[in-house]
């Protein structure tokens, strides 16, 4: 029986001004001899996941692109990531697993061209697809995949009885909380962890204001936080997911102590919500030391090595070069204690490459010069600021390179600014080592399709008994991670309001096949302009990565993912059984 792990994006519109009733659009599929499958069914914008693509999301945007011509992120916008699940048809002789997307139409319908995959399609209401009456006109289960990214009665909190829904207070709480996440582009994945948790406790919170008779006899609270846990993770900012998955999870097992009998005490989960928001304020200080003890020992070996500094001064008259990149609060609390611990005669040198075209690397900078006028300290501190195309320019020799992360896969590679690659490359030609500054809860969950493989690997490094073939097989798993990741692209004018004028007036026009009212062309040009925030920076190109508990291997790195996987099976795996 053929496996494909394919995506299943559902289109959805407002069907009146008061945003109280969603339609969702079916597209029949053709009897073109090409469509193999399902002929003349109905179904949501389908596809297989191709190796080449990145991640499901990208696989998703991909296939909106070519069966409908709409693009994706600015024709419509990502409301929900549904969790993901695997059918036989025995009849077809296949199996199935499913990722499916819920978008909202931003623009008119008529931009919606269909391919020969299609021979029509319709405006359905969600009901008459989740209340069975369409199974023989649609393709198999598609009511599992609806359920999951529609948010309305049979929806994403059916088994709750609806204690989430868009007419309450605790629904208003969970939209909120995904909206916000959504929209946070200033800050790092550590602050957006942190608004997830409030998100959760407001949702929590919620819940303890219905009768107490309700609480008592209701086994619902427990599934319901759960789901929206599960879309604060997966919908609201897909590309920070790591550290949020992680900081929801811990606090979720924690909670999971406190459910008797599928009944989950209110008071108890909304105790450990605020607990772990207090404690995530102390991570970065540990991180902070972690980093200056790193830097104190990375100088007495160097100095060690050649009685010397790097920059040939005595220790006495210590400089100390950092380079950095955009904007991260841990790293802002990093550099804050070295600086503080470092003596009369010390002098630190640091260059950050502002990061365009936002220039985050500039908000760094006025912050740490902030933090600075505000306390005691009378550092030696000397700040460059430069346009990350100026990297292979100032990128210095014997350097400390400091890299913030968004995201760390199971073998290592990071997510992390664009320019960041660009940085690590620069320093390998100088001999300055790259060193990842990041919380533990950055590290992600492995690929589900490499899980089982990092598993047998432990296993038998546990015992012992790796092989050159286990080696050769885990290699191959770091190649295969180096690409895996969403690509979050943003706002287009972000780039485009820095043109002048003339640029602007002959552009845009012709930018990402939008024209200008009122000028007629026959220039058939296309300009698309891109805004992506961030990129993988490869393992290989980085010496060291330090968390709250100091430095941390590739090993361990690994083993964490793996058990963030098993965590949240245990957490999420029966939320729609």
């Not at 049979?154 to 007419?167: A, E, N, T, W, Y």
């Not at 003890?293 to 950092?322: C, M, W, Y």
């Not at 943003?490 to 026009?509: F, K, M, Q």
Request: one cysteine or more.
């Amino acid at each position: 029986m053929k496996h494909r792990e394919v995506v299943a994006n559902f289109l959805f519109r407002w069907a009146d001004g008061e945003k109280t009733q969603q339609q969702v659009a079916l597209f029949q599929r053709s009897t073109h001899p090409n469509v193999h499958s399902y002929q003349s069914k109905y179904a949501p914008i389908s596809g297989s996941i191709d190796d080449g693509d990145q991640s499901p999301e990208a696989a998703a945007v991909r296939e909106i692109r070519e069966e409908t011509q709409l693009l994706a992120h600015q024709d419509l916008v990502l409301e929900f990531c549904g969790k993901s699940f695997s059918f036989s048809d025995e009849q077809a002789q296949r199996s199935w697993t499913v990722h499916p997307f819920g978008w909202i139409l931003k623009v008119d319908e008529s931009k919606i061209q269909i391919d020969w995959e299609h021979s029509g399609w319709k405006w359905f209401d969600p009901q008459e697809v989740l209340d069975g009456s369409m199974t023989d006109q649609c393709v198999p289960n598609i009511h599992k995949s609806l359920q999951r990214v529609y948010f309305g009665p049979k929806g994403i909190f059916k088994s709750s009885d609806r204690l989430i829904d868009q007419s309450n207070p605790a629904g208003a709480a969970f939209l909120q909380t995904i909206q916000e996440l959504k929209a946070n582009t200033r800050d790092g994945a550590r602050v957006l962890a942190t608004e997830a948790l409030q998100g959760l406790l407001r949702i929590a919170e919620c819940f303890q204001i219905v009768p107490n008779e309700d609480q008592q006899q209701s086994s619902k609270y427990w599934h319901a936080l759960r789901v929206a846990a599960y879309h604060l993770i997966y919908s609201g900012r897909p590309s920070m997911n790591a550290a949020i998955s992680a900081a929801v999870l811990d606090a979720l097992k924690v909670m999971a102590g406190h459910v008797k009998d599928s009944r989950l005490d209110l008071q108890a989960a909304c105790d450990v919500l605020h607990r772990c928001i207090a404690e995530r304020t102390s991570t970065s200080i540990k991180i902070a030391q972690a980093f200056t003890t790193f830097v104190a020992k990375d100088t007495v070996q160097s100095d060690a090595e050649s009685q010397t500094n790097h920059n040939g001064q005595s220790p006495s008259d210590q400089v100390l070069d950092i380079i950095t990149i955009s904007s991260s609060s841990t790293i802002l609390a990093a550099l804050k204690q070295l600086i503080k611990d470092q003596n009369d005669e010390s002098t630190v040198n640091l260059t950050i490459f502002e990061s365009r075209p936002s220039c985050e690397g500039a908000t760094l900078a006025a912050s740490l010069i902030t933090s600075i006028e505000d306390s005691t300290m009378k550092p030696r501190l000397h700040i460059k600021i430069a346009p990350e195309s100026h990297i292979s320019l100032l990128t210095t020799h014997n350097a400390i390179i400091l890299l913030g992360a968004d995201r760390i896969t199971s073998t290592g590679h990071t997510i992390n600014k664009t320019g960041s690659t660009q940085l690590a490359l620069a320093a390998r030609t100088r001999g300055s080592k790259v060193v990842v500054l990041s919380e533990g809860d950055k590290i992600a969950k492995p690929r589900s399709d490499l899980l089982e493989t990092y598993k047998r690997y432990i296993e038998k490094a546990d015992n012992a008994s790796l092989s050159e073939d286990d080696r050769q097989e885990m290699s191959e798993c770091v190649r295969k991670e180096a690409g895996h990741g969403n690509v979050e692209r943003h706002d287009a004018n972000e780039v485009c309001d820095a043109w002048s004028e003339e640029a602007r007036v002959t552009l845009l026009p012709y930018v990402n096949g939008e024209g200008k009212e009122g000028r007629a062309t026959n220039v058939r040009v296309g300009v698309e302009v891109e805004n992506v925030y961030f990129e993988t920076v490869d393992e290989a190109l980085i010496d060291h990565y330090i968390s709250e508990k100091g430095e941390v291997s590739k090993d361990r790195i690994l083993r964490e993912s793996v058990e963030r996987a098993r965590l949240e099976d245990e957490l999420f795996g029966d939320l729609y059984d």
